[in-house]
């Protein structure tokens, strides 16, 4: 059961909700909010159900109400287990934020972590973990890696790609569900949680884990769940040994400068703003492509794969 579906607590407002819903998927958004608004002067104080309302009303093209909907998600929930702060961004409400709320993308994939191979592999055609390993195989020749320190290691879709070329394989992600299927797979060798929007120290990256450990850091399909990157850099810089490398990929911003929120509730970068991270961080690029990375609601998503090369 995700966070939206949880009870207000009282059945007329559940039900209520209930006939909003079926309204909104019959496409009738403004009597989905209608009956909504309904359930919420019953449950005024269900932070769930406040976010729902301020879909229907965004669908219904009221996005003034949308965002009040949202304030009051915010007021209800601080810690935005919605992500209701990133909603409001995109109506234009509020700045974007430079990072989503952790607590967010935490319970996003503690959800999706069950059918996540599925989804994601076989009816989004997510192909970075295959594209990321052939990169760093044409610049090494297929050579191993003494520690390889995998960001975000979600299910362990990139580890099941470098493992036999790999003597140490660990892996990090913000999600215990996520983990516990990489565990699983049995194909790591250390796995722990870690969150990649704090500070290095806090992160859980380090800790009695020593630095300038891994000739290979890997960040597949991560950092489009951030989106002021420069603290990755940092990690990865902390991480990597002389000669390391670090294997990464980003939503390509296509055009735009910095990075920027999309619909989708990810983040994309710009290759100019990568370029700026690896030069600030003593990075030498050696890699670049240019790639479909998945696909969204039948689009294709379009992505960059990189390569960066701590010198010696």
Known sequence: MTFNQLSSGDLIADRRADY??????????????????????????????????????EKSGRIEAAVD????????NPEDIFGASLKLALLGATETPEQPPSVYVERLFDDY???????????????????????????NGGGRFRHVTDLG?????????IRDRADFLEGFDLSANMLAKAEAKGVYDRLAQADLSLAPEDSGVFGALEQRRADLVSAA??????????????????????????AFS???????????????????????YI??????????MIATERTIIRRDAGEPVAGILFLACKPA
């Open 20 to 57: 909003a819903k079926m309204l909104a998927e019959a496409g009738d958004a403004p009597g989905a909010a209608e009956l909504m608004a309904q359930a919420l002067e019953l449950a005024p104080d269900w932070a769930a159900g406040w976010f729902r309302l301020a879909d229907y009303e």
């Open 69 to 76: 909907a949202l304030r009051n998600t915010l007021r209800l």
């Open 113 to 139: 972590a069950e059918r996540f191979d599925h989804a994601l592999v076989e009816k989004l055609g997510y192909s970075v973990p295959e594209k990321l390993a052939a990169v760093i195989g044409r610049v």
């Open 153 to 161: 290691c979600g299910t362990g879709l990139f580890g099941e790609r």
């Open 221 to 246: 399909d991560v950092l489009m769940y951030l989106g002021n990157l420069e603290g990755v850099f940092v990690i990865a810089d902390r991480l990597l040994a002389p000669g390391g490398l670090f």
């Open 250 to 272: 980003v939503e390509d911003a296509c055009g735009a400068d910095g990075f920027v929120l999309r619909p989708s509730l990810r983040y994309a970068h710009s290759e100019a």
């Open 275 to 284: 370029a700026s991270l690896c030069e600030e961080s003593g990075l030498s």
